[in-house]
């Protein structure tokens, strides 16, 4: 196995960069980049077990698994113990993931008020229940990503992870944050640490990863198995290999030119064009084209133009404009 390899449940590692769940962001088009790019395990966004129970075709799409996005955790959200065990038996037995990972830590108002998500911070008998009924009735290794509680009156991550470990969950990803933080204020790696301490089961650690010191500094602090990063890799997947780079060698890789930026943004667009035809592909691209040029001389002004493309030609002559408006700058720019 690679140096820096490690398991979850039978599944190998190859090393210690974990893409996070981000909803409407981490579908196959993007993912496949994230894999390209070096991550050791990427995660779908999440799906609704009740949607999966009633047999929505759109969700049911969003199961699908690609050949190289190997090893990939399908992660599912929900609270009924029923539908949250159906849900998780079909993608047992007729996806093509490798783990199942239940979400214990998104904030939004939306999933909180169907009392998944964050929400089973709050009631952890039933979240432990939950998670338990689904161990029991599938194969492959069940995860789970939480956050340290709801807030910080109620910081429950130790607790919750010593019941899920003796339930049988396979590993725990935690955000330093509390639901009621959101995505604001500093992530506290110490409740990563004490979760750490507290099980013998792998534990990623989430929050405020930018860039291979970071990844290092949290590995060193809280003795965490691998690193999960989110928000910092959108529009920017060279940071997956620049960090997977700095923690297995102790070096930082070149900085990316303006023409490496603008291709990985066209083929961006292009597999979300395959995946969802052009209309729905292109304007989902608007915000990730937004990403690909952050910090890049005048951006507002080409973000401002992008954030209104509804073309694939839309995108190549802005694109286009650009590179030859500042064919004179450096081919290599530290962006």
């Known amino acids: 196995m690679p140096k820096h390899s490690w398991k979850i449940g039978d599944i190998v590692i190859d090393n210690q960069v974990v893409i996070a769940p981000m909803a409407g962001i981490s579908n196959p088009a993007f993912r496949v980049i994230c894999k390209q790019f070096g991550a050791g395990l990427i995660y ?37 113990i029923e539908t949250m065990v159906y849900a998780a038996k079909l993608m047992d037995e007729k996806t093509n993931c490798d783990i199942i990972d239940i979400n214990m830590g998104c904030p939004v108002t939306k999933i909180v008020k169907s009392n998944a998500g964050s929400a089973l911070m709050k009631d952890p008998e039933h979240a432990i229940a939950m998670v338990k009924a689904v161990v029991e009735n599938v194969k492959k290794p069940v995860t789970v990503k939480m956050r340290i509680g709801w807030d910080l009156e109620h910081i429950n991550c130790v607790e919750l992870a010593k019941g899920l470990e003796a339930v049988g969950v396979a590993a725990i990803a935690v955000h330093g944050r509390t639901k009621k933080q959101m995505y604001e204020g500093h992530a506290d790696w110490s ?26 500094r949290m590995l060193e602090e809280t003795g965490c198995d691998a690193v999960m990063v989110g928000r910092g890799v959108l529009g920017d997947p060279w940071l997956i290999k620049d960090i997977v780079a700095y923690l297995e060698c102790g070096e930082h890789l070149e900085a990316v030119s303006l023409q490496e930026k603008f291709a990985m943004a066209r083929l961006h667009a292009k597999r979300l064009m395959d ?24 951006s507002h002004r080409l973000k401002d133009a992008l954030t209104k493309i509804a073309s694939y030609q839309d ?16 081919q290599k720019s530290d962006f």
Not at 191 to 208: E, H, T
Not at 275 to 287: A, F, Q, V, Y
């Open 191 to 216: 409740y990563i640490k004490m979760v750490k301490d507290a099980v013998s089961i792998p534990v990623i650690g989430n929050g405020d990863i930018h860039c291979g010191e970071d990844a290092k």
């Open 315 to 330: 995108l190549e002559d802005i694109l286009s404009a650009y590179e030859k408006e500042y064919a004179a700058y450096p």
């Open 275 to 298: 995946l969802k035809g052009e209309h729905i592909g292109i304007r989902e691209m608007r915000g990730h084209a937004a990403w690909y040029v952050k910090g890049l001389p005048k």
């Open 44 to 80: 779908t966004e999440m799906v609704s077990d009740k949607a999966l129970y009633y047999d929505n075709e759109k969700t049911v799409g969003m199961t699908a698994v690609e050949e190289n996005e190997h090893p990939l955790a399908l992660q599912l959200f929900g609270h009924d």
